[in-house]
């Protein structure tokens, strides 16, 4: 049986473009006499759809572009994921459905069972629960087919009382398909390879597993299709990033007829990949290609063409920048540089020069005389207090003011370049420097950048030595350093990894070896400034436990605060 | 049987201060030889403690305080709730509990069946759901002791399939107790009169029905906690936004000793409040306490005791300046006029004459001069491109750095003004209206905000006239007036109500009998304008469906845009 993956990219809502889309793969595939093609979860509306689905009309639209997907399976099976609506009065309106479509004809569907609701997911809020489980028969074979998160529930601690392969595997079907739309992480290419593993050793059944690949607002889907033998060698992992429509053939007594390009030894199980530790290059050049996706979706599904930085002489905005230009094009992407009082001479020499290799434009607004026109405005509330925050403040919001009054009138889209270092503590400007259309460094720490721009320039000299080797300044004011205010980003990101990515509470963080107060003093930050990133824009998601939709935290709560 | 319900606002994660609370109701229902005390869901940790339940830390301090209730339950009954942890490994680690403790012991737990994870809810990605059911013995009595959402799975399409009160009915409890934290909206309150009313009909038992109170960011829960015969006469309802503790004597063979303050004719059932029309003055009244309420309860649990207000002569600016002098007291709120070169005069003397009425302090700082030293440092870049928008925003913009520059020079938090219509269609800046700490008219639609001025008067003369009959207008361009760009608002806001409130689509709206392009229209400013309120702080919810946490729609969605 020849089976095909496709390995797309939907956009939200977009029915026209996803089912055309959908439509060219079942195409070619029957060109190349394919007997199945799986496409990933909910393909037909795009991954997560989120409160679209509360809207009838988005489900009539669902089911009418199934209608045509379904009288283009003629001579060829399709795997395909849609929403349904449930029959029955009790439970939720909806189910997330596989339907498996051939002889122009639903010949059978699959609800999910499994319903993920942690850190971005929210699917129980839509859909109820499959409580059935039958195999779907195909030319004569049994297909075990699941969901996603279907296949995740094994291991010592299960999320979930159930496991949908546990009663599929008493109907003994030939082979497993699952369809995913699993986002990317920088562990979980690791985890997905690890968790098929376990499934296909846990059930001696090979599996055919279609991810969905392309970026959703904050959420990167990376795809990395994999099809593994049941003893758990593997036979294709597609690429990263990339759509691909791509084959594999499967003896249907046993194994896949590819050569098996990473034998089952080479393969960790997911149990045995735990990430305790912050390692600052940990995949980098993943977290790169993620990153570029997810600046290129982003403009392409908003309709957006160029972008505008602005351009301070420091790490964030020079990778920032740096990752516009790869991912737009140099042509599509300004620069502004907004030199203060405050700013040193190499501020401005750093950008420009950086400006230069990258080969974008950029222009250069002093903001001293608008910072003194407000000074004067507001003398008479101010009148001789000290300079402070206010007027600290006052400069990046003036920033903010220029490089957006510059994005209304050309239709730039403004990147934002905080980091996630700055963002859990807090050290930031609402309306300044935390202004922006997407959060492109938000879920990367300080380290992390610094990383990033080392990888950036692992073949030349793109960011200039002297931008990743000076101190970090938000040069608001004489002679400022980052290290003033907060710990060195040395000390300071280990632990706000444990505290945000690991959950670990005051007590473990300090039993692994940090002050105290220290521990103490960031917690309090992390806590108190949750108010600020609440008006963040969407942040481009790499890690297990990125800032946005996925940490919910209470604005008002008392805790470590 | 004297039964106490404590209806209390605890304060999210502070658990001394919320333990302190619940001591003290026991206390004072102790010394008046009360038998049982309830208290509402998850008071312990307060509701909805949301990803603090993922640190460990945070249910050991739930279970330490549940211990010192546990040690005050000496001679009294205590049911009280708290997260507790679910010792199978199968399933989620929580369950949302209520304990009954009595005599120093821990003498029952039951756990949530339902756990809702609609609009603004999130449980089920904390808690499992309970699987088994018992009522709790006390002093010979069977209690059948149910969580918020376990009683409200009745009628025709029930969200769950299974109903916790089916099973506890067949152990002939003598008594139904519901621990809840709903929140308000300006149906709601009906709403769980009617629910009450319909479980205590269909299971032929009284009800307790005890609910928390207090705001938490976003979310305000308004008390109103009920005790109703099982005939649905109401016997006690307590009141809304306050705290308060209250006694019923129950008659253990049926019905309280109290009387009947509302007999159950005049009790409607939940299934027969269905709200299909937009009323701009509904429960008007119950919106402005539940936003004094809101306002009061972000200062007061933040650590925040005053106030500032960009005060424009406008509507929404007077509403919201109002209510912050009536939630705050006038001497914690302060004005600032900001008048540009296009302001009409009697903006100015409207938002003056406003604060004279209020008595609350202002200042005025023309932005005319700082907007012209923005031209001149734009001028090298804008060259002689035409004003519009970019200008516009800016001037925008230029207000909102001005006021946050008072705010952050003495410690006012900014509250926000822009109205549920604005946000709706994107008619306003990010970075200038749209600043703010708190948006305190975000779910008003522009009628609303109207009748709430007209009830704010209602007495006398608070709101200069003037303000409410001129025409709504932002003044960032000559002459301008809202509906150059937006329908009038008694069309604008009944579509936006369909489309939000009732998630009504396109066919619908029109076959109630709304322009076909019109209603395209604006539902595409919808669609297209959700990056904006993805920036826009949390909102005070009023309705059943307001924009933020419980509004959660794909930005890059090509659904209807």
Known sequence: MKIFLAQQNYHIGNFEANTAKILAAIENAKKQDGDLIVFSELAI??????????????????????????????????????????????????????????????????????????????????????????????????????????????????????????????????????????????????????????????????????????????????????????????????????????????????????????????????????????????????????????????????????????????????????????????????????????????????????????????DIIPIKDVFGSFETALKPVFKDLPFNIAEENLQSRIRGAMVMALSNKFGYILLNTSNKSELATGYGTLYGDMAGGLGVLGDLYKQQVYALARYINRDREIIPDSIINKAPSAELRHDQKDSDSLPEYDILDPILYQYIERRQGPKEIIAMGSNAALVARILKLVNTNEYKRNQFCPIIRVSPKAFGIGRRVPIVGKYLS
């Open 45 to 362: 509306c795009g991954y997560p759809p989120r409160d679209f689905l509360e809207f009838n009309d988005f489900i009539e639209q669902s089911l009418v572009s199934l209608n045509k997907i379904r009288d283009a399976a003629d001579t060829i099976g399709v795997l395909v994921g849609c929403p349904s609506r449930n029959p029955k009065a009790e439970g939720k309106n909806l189910f997330n459905s596989a339907f498996l479509l051939y002889e122009q004809h639903i010949k059978g569907i699959v609800h999910k069972s499994l319903l993920p609701n942690y850190d971005i997911f929210d699917e129980y809020r839509y859909f109820e629960s499959a409580y059935e489980w039958n195999v779907l028969e195909f030319k004569g074979k049994k297909l075990a087919v699941t969901i996603c998160e279907d296949i995740w529930n094994l291991g010592n601690d299960p999320l979930y009382r159930i496991c949908p392969m546990d009663e599929l595997i008493k109907q003994q079907p030939d082979i497993m398909i699952n369809l995913s739309a699993s986002p990317f992480d920088y562990v979980h290419a690791d985890g997905r390879k690890g968790i098929v593993k376990q499934n296909v050793l846990k059930y001696q059944l090979p599996m055919v597993y279609c991810n969905a690949v392309g970026s959703q607002t904050e959420i990167v889907f990376d795809g990395g299709s994999l099809v593994m033998n049941a003893n758990g060698g593997l036979v294709d992992e597609m690429p990263y990033f990339k759509e691909s429509l791509t084959s594999v053939n499967w003896n249907e007594d046993g194994a896949f007829l590819e050569k098996v390009v990473r034998p089952a030894d080479n393969v960790p199980l997911l149990d045995d990949l735990v990430p305790e530790q912050f390692e600052a290059g940990r995949n980098i050049e993943m977290i790169y290609e993620a990153l570029l996706l997810g600046i290129k979706d982003y403009f392409s599904k908003m309709g957006f063409k160029k972008a505008i930085v602005a351009s301070s002489g420091g790490i964030d905005s020079a990778v920032v920048l740096t990752l516009a230009c790869h991912a737009l094009g140099a042509e599509n992407v300004s620069a502004l540089l907004l030199p203060s009082q405050f700013s040193t001479g190499h501020s401005v020499s750093d950008a420009e020069q950086l400006s230069k290799n990258l080969n974008n434009h950029y």
